[in-house]
Structure formats: C-alpha cells, structure tokens
C-alpha cells in the first residue's frame, strides 16, 4: 500500500505532535539545552547568598565573620569590638 508524498508528510506531522515522540514530548530540547542551566544558576545564587549571610558586616570588608555577642552581626576579627588574646 502505497501513501504517496502527501500521505508521508502527513503521517511525518501527526508524528511530531504525538506524545510519542521522544524529542518533542515533556520539553527534552528545553531541558537539554538552556533550561539545563538552571541548576548552575541556583548554586551561584546559593553560594552568593551564603556568602553575603557570613561576611563581615563592615562596608568593604570580605572577609568571613563570626556573629559578635555585641550586636549580633558577623564581624571578622579586624572589626571585632571583643579583643581576642
């Protein structure tokens, strides 16, 4: 039996919009392309944000903190109010 040209591009059509085909079904070519990118953008984003939580709080100051019993903020130990012996 014979479908002819027509009958091919048809049946090739109804193939893409099947939900058995694998390339076009649950958005595979989103996922594997940018939408993959997601994961690495949210453990930046985790990192920066952890990071901006621990840092000294002194405008300028990079460097990791320690909550102070003063007033309850991360201070490194250039900015500490408590003198450490």
């Known amino acids: 039996v014979s479908t002819g040209v ?3 591009l048809m ?3 109804l193939a893409l919009v099947t939900p058995w085909d694998p390339l076009h079904n ?3 070519q989103f ?3 940018i939408g993959s ?7 930046i984003v ?3 944000a ?3 939580h621990v840092n000294c709080i002194e405008k300028g100051c990079y460097r990791k903190g320690h909550v102070d019993p003063e007033h309850g903020h991360p201070v490194c130990r250039k900015h ?3 003198i450490d012996t």
């Open 46 to 48: 985790a990192l920066v």
């Open 26 to 28: 649950d958005g595979y």
């Open 37 to 43: 990118d997601f994961g690495e953008v949210t453990l």
């Open 6 to 8: 027509g009958g091919v």
């Open 50 to 52: 952890w990071w901006h």
């Open 31 to 33: 996922w594997s392309g």
């Open 11 to 13: 049946l090739h059509l």
């Open 80 to 82: 500490s109010t408590k």
